[in-house]
């Protein structure tokens, strides 16, 4: 079998046996792939060998093995199982198997099980994932965040509808987050936690299951210590609130919108808030009351798009001729001096103040 051959079709292949027979065939030897408690995961033989056991221990270095006369050469495969998983494959010393047939094979399987999660011990890692967000002394975190990536993000998942399909919801959610680990919480919230650098992918995936689920993401900001990962939580869940509090709730959520609002949750004395704000906004509300304008919204708007003449006018679907004539009628209202960084950070805090305070009234 030619490699172009065996990479079309091991994209066809739904299980790990099809995977498996298509490699076997492709090598043109026995190939078995077996965890290091002895299970065999698959085969392509239907007299598989009874492997040793020290074989399949991570300490020992060695990359082939006698079994009676048939050698196997040993690899390790990459999965998310709490049991690391090998790949043999005989050789014969006349036709040794060159490295590079050995390393597509390896490939292929672990993207396939990137692709399909196959991992026997998903309901494992998510056990012992809930057991962590319980009490992370609980478990040997150590041992644990062999499973993770370098950087990761925390991932809430609700709904504000009791019992809402929450069973097929939550199946049809492990196939897109798995091999990572997913529990639920004692709020019937969903958890769980997703690979930093691979999070842009899969949004649209969450996005589209939200709107057909009707449940709500908040995404945290990355971190490295699986530990971390109760810190973070309490951020999503504390964004969910104040999202809901002020009515932008939508399916994708990034907590990152709502740190500041956390912050200034932590705040009992509001009128301190109040005297912080910039008066030039007030002013600009006023004006806008009297005169039943929209230069309020509009300096938000292009402040929060890094001051972005034409981008702004596109997000708030106005011609960029009507745009500049609302920021010159700003300017003659109020003086701000777009290259202070000092003061745009200002009134962009300001902002935030004034939305906070009022839906805190």
């Known amino acids: 079998m030619l490699k172009e051959d065996l990479l079309l079709q091991s994209i066809k292949c739904t299980t790990i046996d099809q995977l498996t027979n298509l490699i076997g065939n492709y090598l043109e030897q026995v ?28 300490g020992n270095l060695k990359k082939s093995f006698l079994l009676d006369q048939t050698e196997y050469v040993r690899n390790t495969i990459n999965t998310f199982s709490l049991n690391n998983w090998y790949l043999f494959v005989t050789q014969s010393k006349g036709y040794p198997l060159s490295n590079e047939q050995l390393q597509l094979a390896i490939k292929i399987i672990n993207n396939f099980n990137d692709r399909y999660s196959v991992n026997p011990d998903q309901s494992e890692i998510n056990s ?29 998942a609700m709904s504000k509808k009791v019992n809402n399909n929450q069973d097929s919801f939550m ?16 709020s019937q919230n969903l958890v769980f936690t997703a690979d930093a650098t691979k999070i842009a992918d899969l949004i649209p995936k969450l996005a589209s299951l939200g709107k057909e689920y009707q449940h709500y993401f908040f995404i945290s900001e990355s971190y490295q210590e699986i530990t971390q990962t109760n810190e973070f939580l309490k951020i999503c869940k504390q964004a969910a609130k104040l999202a809901d509090k002020f009515t932008e709730l939508t399916i994708i959520n990034h907590t990152l919108k709502y740190n500041i609002y956390i912050i200034l949750d932590q705040m009992s004395n509001l009128d301190l808030l109040k005297n912080t704000m910039c008066s030039q906004l007030l002013f600009l509300q006023h004006y806008d009351k009297k005169h039943h304008s929209e230069l309020f919204e509009t300096l938000f708007q292009y402040l929060e798009s890094d001051c972005k003449l ?4 596109d997000k708030m679907h106005l011609h960029r001729n009507s745009l500049s004539k609302r920021l010159n009628k700003i300017n003659d209202l109020i003086t701000i001096n777009y290259d202070d960084p000092d003061k745009i950070f200002g009134l962009r805090l300001s902002y935030r103040l004034f939305n906070y305070l009022e839906y805190a009234k």
């Open 31 to 58: 190939v078995l792939i077996i965890d290091e408690k002895q299970q065999l995961i698959s085969s392509n033989t239907d007299q598989a060998p009874v492997i040793d056991k020290s074989w399949l221990t991570e």
């Open 128 to 156: 012992l994932f809930a057991k962590m967000l319980d009490n992370s002394e609980s478990i040997d975190a150590l041992s644990f965040k062999r499973f993770f990536p370098a950087k990761i993000v925390c991932v809430t």
């Open 171 to 186: 199946k049809e959610l492990q196939q897109i987050v798995a091999p990572m680990p997913l529990t639920e919480d004692s």
């Open 310 to 313: 034409l981008y702004t006018a």
